[in-house]
């Protein structure tokens, strides 16, 4: 095997979302402050910054105002203010609008954005380019590397030209090793290197267990007369039940562009529950379908969230580099916002490594950025929301009236905390013991097949690769996912990746499309036996979002 070139950085970020990008512009704004040279180089497996990027997105411009004060000036792509907020409870025929009064602050988007934070985050690489940070799209972190010491010392990118079988093809390249001072995580939600990191450093000892929901989003281009710039429409009930977490989005972006999605809680217990499907359900309810009729479906595309909030919140740093965004868990779930906490905390990073290089030091752990981060107005914002998740395991009803206590009557300065103590993975039930649920067929105006679906997102992967889904037992889906959950990868996943098939013999057997995979992570979270592990695939694959 072909031996591995390494380059020198100072600080190495993996993944440029907005968490990443904003630690990389922050790290050059203080370098150029100072008079100083540090050189920050940014890895991105998409082929393009952006191009994995998927969000609502309503956005709090706070941490951009930090970070770029003048951002209009500078063309940010923040067009469309919000100007009206909706929350509606769904029963299966009819909606019951909350009273703007009674709206808890969490709930209300004054002086807040619709964007398509794929745009935004095309921007801020321009921004960081501008500033001198070196970019990489196309080339995946797939290995972190450590120091004699066991310190984090950089990462390695992914092997090219690999073929199915693990043998090298013609166009075989090695990986590249880059090495840092200090090493900024920022894959976002469920990252493969991030999931080792914490395992390894114990990040997550003494915290609730993470808790993930996945959000499904498609953009629609709709008739001139349904089309309200400004409006944001937030929904919780029908189609979910009462003990299942989640809700809808729906945000009018100009241009006659509706962007509308599904999050559902992945801590959900019936293994017959198919997030998609419950997302087509719910484009036909009376309130929603008008906006969508005579228009037409332009994009699709699926995440995973990390929504555990404050008390699931791993530790942030480890010796050699830290976690940022959605890496970390920063999002604020009962805002239904991200994107802010994540720029926050990129920039919160950038100033202890800063300072941390300024003194000359390397590969310890920079222990300045969680102190800074727990005196910011981010923790505070999260700390007012930290037990917002964990009602909800209490039923619809309670978490409604105790968020109401919380956020509306105490303004979230409430003397009790709620722990959780299951891990999503753990919550499923078994089939037998659940009802089944049987899902009208797509019309193919307003719902939609799977691959239909996968089909908008233009994802593609080269097929002669190593399946980047990893069993860590074949025998399992079989032998004790289907025989007990009914098979629950064929439902939960969003892309139509997992589907059970019989063999010549009649067998059951799992197969693995995996030139499907939209990279949301919901199989490596929700797999009941944590079989399987997404690991990234060649660089430059996966979905293309156009600005979602």
Same mark, same amino acid.
């Given at each position: 095997?072909?031996?591995?070139?390494?380059?020198?950085?100072?600080?190495?970020?993996?993944?440029?979302?907005?968490?990443?990008?904003?630690?990389?512009?922050?790290?050059?704004?203080?370098?150029?402050?100072? #008079?100083?040279?540090?050189?920050?180089?940014?890895?991105?497996?998409?082929? &393009?910054?952006?191009?994995?990027?998927?969000?609502?997105?309503?956005?709090?411009?706070?941490?951009?105002?930090?970070?770029?004060?003048?951002?209009?000036?500078?063309?940010?792509?923040?067009?469309?203010?919000?100007?009206?907020?909706?929350?509606?409870?769904?029963?299966?025929?009819?909606?019951?609008?909350?009273?703007?009064?009674? !709206?808890?602050?969490?709930?209300?988007? $004054?002086?807040?954005?619709?964007?398509?934070?794929?745009?935004?985050?095309?921007?801020?690489?321009?921004?960081?380019?501008? !500033?001198?940070?070196?970019?990489?799209?196309?080339?995946?972190?797939?290995?972190?590397?450590?120091?004699?010491?066991?310190?984090?010392?950089?990462?390695?990118?992914?092997?090219?030209?690999?073929?199915?079988? @693990?043998?090298?093809?013609?166009?075989?390249?090695?990986?590249?090793?880059?090495?840092?001072?200090? /090493?900024?995580?920022?894959?976002?939600?469920?990252?493969?290197?991030?999931?080792?990191?914490?395992?390894?450093?114990?990040?997550?000892? @003494?915290?609730?267990?993470?808790?993930?929901?996945?959000?499904?989003?498609?953009?629609?281009?709709?008739?001139?007369?349904?089309?309200?710039?400004?409006?944001?429409?937030?929904?919780?009930?029908?189609?979910?039940?009462?003990?299942?977490?989640?809700?809808?989005?729906?945000? $009018?972006?100009?241009?006659?562009?509706?962007?509308?999605?599904?999050?559902? #809680?992945?801590?959900?217990?019936?293994?017959?529950?198919?997030?998609?499907?419950?997302?087509?359900?719910?484009?036909?309810?009376?309130?929603?379908?008008? /906006?969508?009729? #005579?228009?037409?479906?332009?994009?699709?595309?699926?995440?995973?969230?990390?929504?555990?909030?404050?008390?699931?919140?791993?530790?942030?740093?480890?010796?050699?580099?830290?976690?940022?965004?959605? &890496?970390?868990?920063?999002?604020?779930?009962?805002?239904?916002?991200?994107?802010?906490?994540?720029?926050?905390?990129?920039?919160?990073?950038?100033?202890?490594?800063?300072?941390?290089?300024?003194?000359?030091?390397?590969?310890?752990?920079?222990?300045?950025?969680?102190?800074?981060?727990?005196?910011?107005?981010?923790?505070?914002?999260?700390?007012?929301?930290?037990?917002?998740?964990?009602?909800?395991?209490?039923?619809?009803?309670?978490?409604?009236?105790?968020?109401?206590? &919380?956020?509306?009557?105490?303004?979230?300065?409430?003397?009790?905390?709620?722990?959780? /103590?299951?891990?999503?993975?753990?919550?499923?039930?078994?089939?037998?013991?659940?009802?089944?649920?049987?899902?009208?067929?797509?019309?193919?105006?307003?719902?939609?097949?799977? !691959?239909?679906?996968?089909?908008?997102?233009?994802?593609?992967?080269?097929?002669?690769?190593?399946?980047?889904?990893?069993?860590?037992?074949?025998?399992?889906?079989?032998?004790?996912?289907?025989?007990?959950?009914?098979?629950?990868?064929?439902?939960?996943?969003?892309?139509?990746?997992?589907?059970?098939?019989?063999?010549?013999?009649?067998?059951?057997?799992?197969?693995?499309?995996?030139?499907?995979?939209?990279?949301?992570?919901?199989?490596?979270?929700?797999?009941?036996?944590?079989?399987?592990?997404?690991?990234?695939?060649?660089?430059?694959?996966?979905?293309?979002?156009?600005?979602?």
């Amino acid at each position: 095997m072909a031996e591995r070139e390494s380059m020198e950085y100072d600080v190495v970020v993996v993944g440029a979302g907005p968490a990443g990008l904003s630690a990389a512009i922050r790290l050059k704004q203080l370098a150029n402050d100072k #008079g100083q040279d540090i050189n920050v180089c940014v890895l991105e497996k998409a082929s &393009e910054v952006g191009a994995h990027i998927l969000s609502g997105a309503v956005m709090d411009p706070k941490a951009l105002t930090e970070l770029i004060p003048d951002w209009k000036e500078k063309g940010a792509p923040l067009n469309t203010e919000v100007k009206e907020d909706k929350f509606l409870f769904l029963t299966q025929k009819g909606a019951r609008a909350t009273p703007n009064w009674l !709206l808890p602050e969490c709930f209300q988007n $004054h002086g807040n954005y619709v964007v398509r934070l794929g745009e935004v985050t095309q921007w801020l690489g321009e921004q960081a380019e501008a !500033l001198g940070v070196e970019i990489f799209p196309g080339f995946s972190a797939a290995e972190v590397l450590y120091d004699e010491n066991g310190a984090v010392k950089g990462v390695a990118t992914g092997d090219m030209g690999v073929a199915r079988d @693990g043998s090298e093809t013609p166009n075989y390249q090695p990986g590249m090793e880059l090495h840092a001072r200090y /090493t900024i995580f920022a894959e976002g939600s469920r990252g493969q290197l991030g999931r080792q990191l914490i395992e390894r450093f114990k990040l997550d000892q @003494g915290k609730d267990p993470q808790s993930y929901a996945i959000g499904i989003k498609e953009m629609w281009e709709v008739d001139p007369s349904q089309s309200k710039p400004g409006l944001v429409v937030h929904t919780a009930g029908w189609p979910l039940d009462a003990d299942t977490y989640g809700g809808s989005f729906l945000y $009018h972006l100009d241009n006659n562009l509706v962007v509308v999605g599904l999050v559902v #809680g992945l801590d959900y217990a019936n293994p017959w529950l198919s997030p998609y499907e419950e997302f087509q359900r719910y484009k036909t309810h009376p309130a929603i379908r008008s /906006t969508f009729e #005579g228009g037409k479906r332009i994009a699709y595309g699926a995440r995973s969230l990390t929504a555990g909030g404050l008390l699931s919140l791993p530790k942030l740093c480890f010796p050699g580099g830290v976690l940022v965004g959605c &890496e970390a868990g920063t999002l604020n779930a009962s805002r239904i916002k991200g994107s802010h906490a994540a720029i926050k905390t990129g920039a919160l990073a950038a100033e202890a490594a800063f300072d941390a290089l300024a003194a000359e030091r390397s590969r310890d752990e920079l222990t300045a950025y969680p102190q800074a981060f727990e005196k910011s107005w981010l923790y505070e914002e999260l700390n007012k929301s930290r037990n917002f998740k964990q009602w909800f395991k209490k039923g619809r009803t309670v978490a409604t009236v105790m968020t109401g206590v &919380e956020q509306w009557l105490l303004k979230g300065k409430m003397p009790w905390t709620i722990h959780r /103590t299951k891990p999503d993975h753990a919550c499923l039930q078994p089939a037998a013991e659940c009802a089944r649920i049987d899902y009208p067929k797509p019309d193919g105006k307003l719902t939609f097949d799977k !691959l239909s679906s996968v089909f908008l997102s233009n994802t593609n992967h080269e097929e002669n690769q190593p399946i980047h889904l990893t069993l860590k037992d074949a025998s399992v889906p079989v032998a004790v996912n289907l025989a007990k959950y009914g098979g629950p990868e064929a439902r939960y996943c969003p892309a139509g990746v997992y589907e059970f098939v019989k063999t010549e013999n009649g067998e059951d057997q799992l197969q693995i499309n995996a030139q499907n995979c939209v990279h949301c992570k919901t199989c490596d979270i929700k797999d009941p036996t944590q079989n399987i592990v997404w690991v990234t695939p060649q660089g430059g694959e996966g979905p293309v979002y156009n600005g979602m």
